[in-house]
């Protein structure tokens, strides 16, 4: 049987507006070098031997990104370091199906897995000091987001896997954060700094469609016949943005630090290439045009510190930080001359209109506690470093998936420094990040297969289902100091 006539031009143009969406959604998963909501764990290696807890004592080059305060302690300096977030994730969806005949089964997938590859994440700073006083310090830096991402297999059982239609390939992103930044210590108790970053480069990920009419006309609703292999690529991305903060310091016991981290707006150019199902009912469509623009906010981050000393070789801190996700509220995706061509009894082109997605994120806190025991040992000093944290979802149940993978999670960390002469520290640290398992029941679930053929069935979500995932941080870094 194929499909024929007026009433099928809707709907192939409904699944070209689903592609686009979805190219939107897919997006907004690695675009972004926050915490909460895209990725399991926060950067740097000397700061995540603290748990995170590095914004009242942010005093290196570090603090580019926790606290930009922390520059003017850093001196004139050469950082580097690298860390790799192992990361590992189990899935079983849960697919409740109603049939024309209002039957409601329970559909249990196979359980998949899913590995990260080893992908070092760089820190790469450099400071100048200046200044009659010494009190101007400048740094130029880069840093890469350190996304969760994990691969699935194509198959699980001899069947295609459950994770495709939410997931694909990242193979082909890259992205990466470039920044100035200037400190200023007008006073020995006072520190004050600004940077301005931008996110840059490109994000390409694979989803499959679904094309497969709902109730039953033709066959299951997962067909593989009817499944659409998408290639999707956002970019050249360019979203500005800003960073600021001050470290107050009223004696030498304790500091106070405040940062703010302004929003990314992503507002950049997108390709689109599909390759349509094998199904009969395609045989005579084809698609002109393979450019849309993706538009969404990514969030603002406020942070709190307070760092006690009460003998010079123990800093012990206290941190907060929250990420203002609700703004995150929808991704719209506006094509460019995309249009569905040569369908019988339909008009020559059907054009895909603007789209909005919705995405239902809300807004996340953490909690931090970290610090660092300076000790001799001969003509070395080594730095001992431990911390734990605890962070909230930016992700409610509902919209969880495996394109949007987040929980409420812990982390232990460990690492420490040994310096060598007056100029070179070597740091290392190990942290494990301990994720809530959650289930997702389908009645809650709120993410629908994308699939142009809609019919009179109700919404059949595709992310129920139960949820588990922990990661390993491993890093190793140097700082050089003029």
Same mark, same amino acid.
């Given at each position: 049987m194929s499909f024929r006539g007026r009433a099928f031009a809707p709907k192939i143009a409904s699944f070209l507006v689903a592609s686009v969406a979805a190219f939107g959604a897919a997006a907004v998963f690695a675009g972004d070098a926050h915490a909460s909501g895209l990725y399991f764990s926060d950067r740097g290696v000397r700061p995540m031997g603290r748990a995170g807890a590095f914004v009242a004592g942010a005093d290196d080059l570090g603090a580019i990104w926790y606290n930009p305060a922390g520059v003017a302690d850093a001196g004139s300096a050469v950082l580097m370091?690298?860390?790799?977030?192992?990361?590992? &994730?189990?899935?079983?969806?849960? *697919?409740?199906?109603v049939d024309a005949d209002n039957t409601v089964r329970y559909v249990h997938s196979p359980n998949i897995k899913g590995t990260s590859p080893v992908l070092p994440i760089p820190t790469i700073a450099m400071s100048l000091v200046f200044g009659e006083k010494k009190e101007?310090?400048?740094?130029?830096?880069?840093?890469? !987001?350190?996304?969760a991402l994990a691969s699935y297999p194509e198959f699980t059982d001899g069947q295609p896997s459950p994770a495709r239609y939410t997931l694909g390939s990242?193979?082909?992103? *890259?992205?990466?954060?470039?920044?100035?930044?200037?400190?200023?210590?007008?006073?020995?108790?006072?520190? %004050?700094?600004?940077? %301005?970053?931008?996110?840059?480069?490109?994000?390409?990920?694979?989803?499959?469609?679904?094309?497969? !009419?709902?109730?039953?006309?033709?066959?299951?609703?997962?067909?593989?016949?009817?499944?659409?292999?998408?290639?999707?690529?956002?970019?050249?991305?360019i979203a500005p943005s800003a960073n600021g903060g001050v470290i107050y310091e009223p004696d030498p016991h304790v500091r106070f630090g405040l940062a703010l981290q302004a929003p990314m707006i992503v507002n950049s150019p997108a390709t689109l290439k599909v390759?349509?199902?094998?199904?009969?009912?395609?045989?005579?469509?084809?698609?002109?045009?393979?450019?849309?623009?993706?538009?969404?906010?990514?969030?603002?981050?406020?942070?709190?510190?307070?760092?006690?000393?009460?003998?010079?070789? %123990?800093?012990?801190?206290?941190?907060y930080v929250r990420e203002f996700w609700s703004a995150h509220k929808s991704i719209e995706v506006t094509p460019r001359d995309?249009?569905? &061509?040569?369908?019988?009894g339909a008009p020559p082109s059907v054009a895909l209109p603007i789209i909005t997605i919705p995405r239902g994120f809300i807004d996340s806190n953490s909690f931090r506690l970290g610090g660092e025991y300076a000790l001799k040992l001969g003509e070395y000093t080594l730095d001992l470093r431990a911390g734990v944290s605890?962070?909230?979802?930016?992700?409610? !149940?509902?919209? %969880?998936? *495996?394109?949007?993978?987040?929980?409420?999670?812990?982390?232990?960390?460990?690492?420490?420094?040994?310096?060598?002469?007056?100029?070179?520290? *070597?740091?290392?640290?190990?942290?494990?990040?301990?994720?809530?398992?959650?289930?997702?029941?389908?009645?809650?679930?709120?993410?629908p297969r994308i699939n142009p053929l809609k019919g009179n069935a109700p919404l059949e979500a595709v992310n129920g289902g139960t949820y588990s995932a922990a990661a390993d941080l491993i890093g190793v870094g140097l700082n050089y100091t003029f």
């Open positions: 370091d690298f860390g790799w977030l192992h990361f590992s &994730n189990e899935y079983q969806r849960e *697919l409740r199906i101007w310090t400048v740094a130029g830096g880069f840093i890469a !987001p350190q996304v990242f193979s082909g992103s *890259l992205l990466g954060i470039p920044g100035a930044w200037i400190a200023y210590k007008p006073h020995p108790k006072l520190r %004050l700094g600004v940077g %301005l970053q931008a996110l840059v480069g490109w994000f390409q990920t694979t989803v499959t469609f679904s094309a497969s !009419p709902q109730d039953r006309l033709l066959g299951a609703p997962e067909q593989p016949e009817y499944d659409a292999q998408s290639q999707m690529r956002v970019g050249l991305i390759r349509l199902p094998t199904s009969a009912a395609f045989d005579t469509a084809n698609i002109s045009g393979d450019r849309a623009n993706v538009r969404f906010v990514l969030p603002a981050i406020l942070r709190l510190g307070v760092e006690v000393r009460p003998v010079p070789a %123990l800093r012990v801190e206290v941190a995309i249009t569905m &061509n040569g369908i019988v605890y962070e909230t979802s930016a992700v409610p !149940p509902a919209y %969880l998936s *495996l394109s949007s993978l987040d929980f409420d999670k812990a982390l232990v960390s460990l690492g420490g420094s040994i310096h060598i002469g007056q100029h070179w520290r *070597l740091d290392g640290t190990f942290a494990h990040l301990f994720a809530t398992t959650t289930t997702v029941t389908p009645e809650e679930a709120q993410i």
